[in-house]
């Protein structure tokens, strides 16, 4: 009875050996050369994620990253384009002026807040409160 199961024994085994030493061998062959092109690679991989994980990421969510234009064309211009719900329109010169009169901390922060029918931030819920900003700078400056 031990007989077969040492057979099978030394078969498996030495399947699995010739499996590990010939797969051994095929990575012995082509380490040394994996090895040069890791380190001729590794730089470009590297600047990849950083500009991934730590360049994008800070101008995604600190401000200062997206122009005003770029903003209100994405989050704005659905509304503001139109004048839905009363909303004052871009490049009418007249009701931006209206909105002035409070004062230009007020429109901001009326903005960025949300007031009446306007949403807070427009709905641009990752835009910094300079972000919102610049956007309402974009609007004022092509109203007047
Ligand atoms: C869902 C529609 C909608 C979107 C999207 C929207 N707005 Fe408005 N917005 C309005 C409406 C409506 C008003 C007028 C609210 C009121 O005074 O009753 C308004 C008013 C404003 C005002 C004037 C605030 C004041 O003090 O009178 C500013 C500035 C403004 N929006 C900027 C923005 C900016 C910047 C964005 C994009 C980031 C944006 N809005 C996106 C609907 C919208």
Known sequence: MSR???VLVFVVT???LWGCSSSDEGLTLTASQEQQIAERIAPAGHSVMEGQVVVASPAMSSGAGRAGDDIYNTSCMACH?????GAPMYGDVSAWATRLEQGIETVYANAINGIRAMPARGTCMTCSDDEVKSAIDYILDNSK
């Open 4 to 6: 077969p199961n040492l």
């Open 14 to 16: 030495s399947l699995l």
């Open 81 to 85: 384009n139109s004048g839905v719900a």
